[in-house]
């Protein structure tokens, strides 16, 4: 602290113009974008299919996988959620789930962040 006796004044000033945003607990945060119709096909086509994502609500790479399909196919994908209640939680540890976001399909599973042309592969689409 002594080597930098600014930072504190300039981090409580940054903090304090930052305008606080609402806090939605228990949700995956909503993608910020529109879906195309390619998001939308392949949503449709990964919960045709069985697939699920297994995600966690305060998980920023969930949040990041999901904003690749956009608003509306996101909404739309086989999502569940693993920390908001026991019925997830129980869920997820029945499902082996260890890292978010999770992707499971039959006994095919993946773990992290994957582009739509890397799920369409690893869905076999």
């Excluded at 409580?12 to 195309?36: H, I, M, Q, Y």
């Excluded at 919960?47 to 996101?74: D, M, P």
Aim: one cysteine or more; glycine letters at 8%.
């Amino acid at each position: 602290m002594a080597r930098f006796p600014w930072a504190l004044p300039l981090a409580t000033l940054l903090l304090a113009a930052t305008p606080a945003l609402p806090v939605r607990a228990g949700t995956l945060g909503e993608a910020v974008s529109p879906s195309t119709a390619e998001q939308l096909q392949l949503a449709k086509e990964l919960k045709r299919l069985g697939v699920i994502f297994y995600g966690a609500w305060w998980c920023s790479h969930c949040f990041h996988q999901k904003n690749l399909f956009g608003t509306e196919a996101g909404q739309q994908l086989p999502y569940v959620e693993c920390d908001k209640n026991d019925e997830g939680r129980d869920r997820c540890r029945q499902a082996g789930v260890k890292a978010f976001p999770t992707w499971v399909l039959g006994e095919k599973r993946s773990e992290g962040v994957m582009s739509l042309k890397e799920l369409r592969t690893w869905a076999g689409l």
